[in-house]
């Protein structure tokens, strides 16, 4: 059985980080789910559209947990937007944030996937108003 833990360092270091698509393919399974689409194709379309927003995106890992088949993983991530994330033009700004993934192995590839961050944190860094209308 492979080790989750080094899967899972592979993994951010070769797609989150690297941009090594071609690992996506052996590390994420074709029955993937989760909030970065579906298969390995929406997973690393997902990872191309932020590499787009932040192109010297870094994730660095802070803790990782294994329990069986599932894995958290707390990290950081840092980079400079320099194109559209989502409705915010480009602004040349820095964030800096923490987020958790919790993913599912099975048969040593990543079956699924939730993730939380700081994204009020990095909409405030970006200069976005994040204060919610009065009423």
Do not use: C
Request: net charge negative; no cysteine; charged share 25%.
């Amino acid at each position: 059985m492979a080790d989750l833990r080094d899967l899972t360092t592979r993994l951010i270091d070769d797609v989150w980080n690297g941009a090594r698509e071609e690992s996506v393919y052996e590390l994420v399974d074709a029955r993937y789910t989760g909030d970065t689409g579906d298969g390995p194709e929406g997973y690393l379309a997902w990872h191309r559209d932020r590499r787009s927003s932040f192109p010297d995106q870094r994730f660095e890992i802070v803790q990782v947990l294994v329990d069986g088949d599932d894995v958290a993983v707390r990290w950081r991530g840092t980079g400079t937007q320099h194109g559209r994330f989502g409705p915010v033009p480009a602004t040349g700004r820095a964030v800096d944030y923490q987020g958790a993934s919790f993913m599912r192995f099975a048969d040593g590839k990543v079956v699924a996937n939730w993730s939380v961050n700081e994204l009020f944190t990095v909409l405030q860094q970006l200069g976005v108003d994040v204060t919610p209308p009065a009423g």
